[in-house]
């Protein structure tokens, strides 16, 4: 029996977009109002209102109509301009990535890179920012999900904080998944969205902004306004009462209010805990099975985005068709640089649950026997499940 | 009895955002894939075939994963440079407004303008071109939604073509709720989006491009790239067989493809009838009611959109706060200069249906007499009833 | 313009099957879940505790899984056998009707009749009620249906409770959309079911039963146990922690959940008002038309449902198939005695709102006025827009 | 991590209700239209053409409205009478219950039972034939669910075909998930209903009669008419140009629409064979976890559900409420002689995917092992996905 590249797939276990929860995908069928209809405004205000305790930053969460690349070149053109040094904290593609947006706004951009498998030290950040005293602005990836690595924002956020520059961070593959907020990571300029562990399709960008970051855009005459690019234009949508700079995604606010409010009702850190324990499983299997993991410690490696380093031999392409073929489950390649090197498994939201993990790793482990590459699959799923039945 | 602001609307017969057809709502429901799954990728390029069957446009149409300000944003940026002079036809907030993204492409802005009552008469188009043979880009708006007025784009489009210029139509409240297409009109970009005629919610922007539109894009150097605001990375994206530049909103596309689909069924004709029928009847009823439309001519109202003028004495959004209380029905102002001055009511996708003429006509005369403007309701249903009867 | 029968209408202004509510319709697709997981059996549970608050009967109500036709046979059954004399107060074709299945028990049915457009009068009950003494169960219909009629049932529950019959009302289109409960109308047993006046789709039976009444059906040695008819077998269903006879209709609970818990917030009075208003609106306007209610006394007529008499010379089907052709609204027939004599207009759950009125009489006035029978609809939607405007 | 019983499951690997296919819960949500528009009975009419192409009996299928157990006390209500003689073939807690219901019409029950592990000898069949000239009705369970066995339904067709008997057949929990059809085992009134290996939610029984059995019905003075135990009253109720004899199930039906159509596109072998493979892969996974399968030989276990015997010493209930604690996983208890001796795990519909089967013994030995029952979980995994890799 093969699954048909036409035939949907029965289980996505990819690093995004993911399934949305089902409650979710029905909140997306909802009557769609008139944006400035009282229901829709006031509901514009109670999903910004919930947001904001979750996100905790100083002020209101800002919501952007467009998926996450959205927030973050928006983050870029509005926080950056030509008199600043940005210190860009580099150790995946993503990161990296966000050179591109941060070098058109002229500031001079200054790099810390580690391997791709590594992750930045903040003792590290502490020395650069010690010889660049010029800096204003670091920016780092907290999940730099090509390579399934997390940075520890935490610490890294203290080093910035004592310095003074402002810490710009991107926060869209961990925020929901892990513990990340404005507010215990000194974040002035978080950039999520709902479209990778709360479970929400992809089409919405979610902001934490400092005041101190405020300040910095609205001082900074080279920030988007009137644009779709603009952070400054919707400062004050979140307000009922107040106008929105353009037509909001009434659907996709409806789906995240029904994400959020799952999220609230099962308790963050019960949903960081199922994320967790389903990664953890996850590496356990893979470990018994002889695979390795990208990141060069088990210590670097995500909670929502399992990397697994793809055998000698092994075609990364073609194991991921077989596996949709053999058992209709989707997994995520490499990006960049990864391309090739890597295969990621999701725990995103409605895909980290712990059975999940021994999902994927049947299916993984199915791919690459059929491959050649033949693995202890039992081996893997009993290690796994030992990790579930401890957590 | 009365609606409070907190109850839902019973009728939305706005300008946009308008309900989705029941069928869309649901499609948005779907499932979300990984957007390099097979399923979705198929899905993309069948959505984009059967879009390219209404758009006409000489090549593929484009999705931008925003609602159409960020294609007419985009459109703006993409098209025009400092060497450019941009004919703007305003007629309109809108069209007027379309001005400022032009503007800071460094090209320079010829402007035809007509008060927001009137339309762009094609002989005056022919004249300015004629004594700026310079002109290189045309832009017009062709249904200027806060005023309820349709330009003549196809007469404009010959015009436009005979000069040899580039002709950028923003189409978004029209298209799929009167005839508009690239071909018929001679558009080089036409911008349009779903959220209006078409039935669906907000998020997604649709243009149309011709072949020297494609060929100007590419030669402009200041053309988003690596930008939500490009087009140029999107313009293979319709394949199943190409990457996206960055991750689509997917549960939009669901929906997207649910509108289309029930646009063929019923055929756009059958579509485009019932609007001017529904738009007719509305404003025979208004006529009959001794009010009058905003357009200064009934050639020039729009079939998609009838803007009353705000009777002498009337607090225009005291008007329409009377109609949501007491009759649960949801109206839309003006914009800009004629904000306070008049009130819209919608004729798109799921309302465009002549009985809802009768339901505007009933809320509207009702909330005028409320407010101490005794208007004659029942002449009003009569007439439009009259209408509908010999449609 | 004409809408084809394979058009879907535009509205549905029927007496049932109404469409749902939005937030109904959504909860029908929520996950279907094993009816003896905890997660549902709680559901059950609390759906049965709501409706419990609205029913209002001596216990906890009874679902049964078809629609209502299930739950009149299935109460027929249970509480009749061939020692009771049961009168049956008939005022419709419903009322009527219910006589074929009270026959079956073996029960002697005395029948105290009136015309069709007519209500029962309760002295007439008492009299015959001391007539016969052994009368053991006494039936009516409190909204009978094919005349848009309603009985006084509070007044002749209370007749029936100084005699000791047993008090069996079939509620089925008024509950929800008038005040009638088990509690005020002094009922044994309430038949009932969310798909008139609570706007869930047909499926589910929904029953409020007294203490005697519960008494009465397990001495009955023919009531129904094992059986499709059970009411016996579902008496303690409700609790999370009992087993279900069969298996419940899992996705129609869900749907019925969202339905009460809409009927609670916005409050039984609240639905009710709009109900009457909406109703009172419509005959306003009919009389303005120079049409005919069908019930004899404006007094009789429902809340829910207004019948109006066929003028002389018309096709009732046609006139019916002539309003769906030009306006895309399907209305009700009469049934049995009076079919083909009157057509009828629902105002059910989400269709009555008093703007719902308006729509109805322009597609009857105008259907009329297709057929060559010429009303002054103007006239009538004036009539009820004053009666909204006063309400 | 554990699952409260107040926490959604992550997996419903039950033998009913299963999860609805996502396609049909999306249908579910349709707008409910009145059971009497044209756009309704077309649908209705079209749903029982479709069926017809898989039922395969003589005539139109019927649909009753009311979940499976309906069909089955209407087939035994309708198809007998006084003067019967009905072979039960009992191999299980379903058929032998199928006797309650028959032995109400007043026909002789004459019983061929062999152990709830075992399954029918068709040869037993044809010798009790032979002794009973007078029997008149032949009913079977083809899968009796409690037991997860499947008689050879075709073999047994054949048997009381020659004879001359009527064959009436329980297929369901079999159809729609291995080969089951009116023609090929000579079934004359088959019972079914879509929420099992179809996909549906529970509400519908589904009907394949043949002209001989019409004519026994319809010769049945006792056979139900006005009831909603009739077949009879159904007879013609799938032409769109026919009424209704009660409101129908509108949303259910739409649902039906769903199913059906995803099971003709995916094409009925191919469903089969998913059913199949899964099943298999179950069973090689339990063999190899030395876990024993409820019936005596591997050939009578079915292919939509896995009976697991319960090992020495668990407490049957006491271990799906760990699984489900453990890994938000639902399986199934055995009912009435079957309840405490066995787990039964469904592969139905949209969970008949091989995968699930990974799913299902990872859950089942953790559970067990949680337990204190160990098993080698490894090797029942690696023994699953070799059937799958060779499936």
Chains 1, 2, 3, 4 share one sequence.
Request: charged share 15%.
């Amino acid at each position: 029996m093969r699954y048909a590249p036409s035939d949907l797939p029965v289980f996505t276990l990819t690093t995004g977009p993911v399934d949305a929860y089902p409650a979710v995908l029905r909140s997306l069928a909802a009557t769609v109002l008139y944006d400035y209809d009282p229901v829709f405004q006031a509901t514009y205000q109670r999903v910004a209102e919930k947001l904001a305790t979750v996100v905790k930053a100083e002020t209101m969460p800002v919501i952007l109509h467009g998926e996450p690349v959205l927030g973050l070149e928006a983050a870029a053109a509005s926080l950056l301009g030509p008199g600043d040094v940005m210190l860009n904290l580099v150790s995946g593609v993503y990161s990296k990535g966000f050179e591109g947006w941060a070098a058109r706004s002229g500031a001079e951009i200054v790099e810390l890179a580690v391997p791709y498998d590594q992750v930045i030290d903040p003792a590290e950040v502490a020395r650069v920012l010690a010889e660049r005293p010029d800096i204003t602005v670091v920016a780092a990836c907290h999940h730099d999900t090509p390579s399934g690595t997390v940075n520890p924002v935490a610490e890294i956020g203290a080093v910035v904080k004592r310095h003074g520059a402002l810490f710009l961070v991107d926060a869209v593959s961990s925020f929901g998944g892990m513990p990340v907020d404005a507010e215990s990571a000194a974040i002035d300029l978080l950039v999520t969205g709902p479209n990778k562990c709360l479970g929400c399709p992809p089409g919405l960008s979610i902001l934490g902004v400092s005041n101190r970051a405020w300040a910095k855009m609205k001082a900074n005459p080279a920030a988007p306004r009137a644009s779709i690019l603009s952070i400054l234009d919707w400062q004050e949508a979140w307000r009922a009462d107040r106008p929105f700079p353009f037509t909001p995604s009434i659907s996709e606010i409806n789906g995240l209010e029904a994400a959020i409010d799952l999220y609230l009702a099962e308790g963050p850190s019960k949903v960081w805990a199922r994320h967790a324990l389903t990664a953890a499983a996850c590496r356990a299997g893979l470990k018994a099975m002889g695979l390795a993991i990208w990141p060069a410690e088990e210590a670097f490696a995500s909670p929502t985005c399992t990397a697994v380093r793809t055998p000698q031999g092994i075609d990364e392409a073609q194991l991921r068709a077989e596996i949709r073929a053999r058992y209709g489950v989707v997994l995520s390649s490499g990006r960049g640089e990864t391309l090739g090197k890597l295969t990621r498994i999701g725990h995103m939201g409605p895909t980290a649950q712990p059975l999940h993990a021994i999902v994927a790793l049947s299916a993984l482990g199915g791919g690459l026997s059929a491959l050649g590459h033949r693995v202890d699959i039992g081996a893997g799923v009993a290690a796994a499940l030992a990790v579930i039945e401890a957590g």
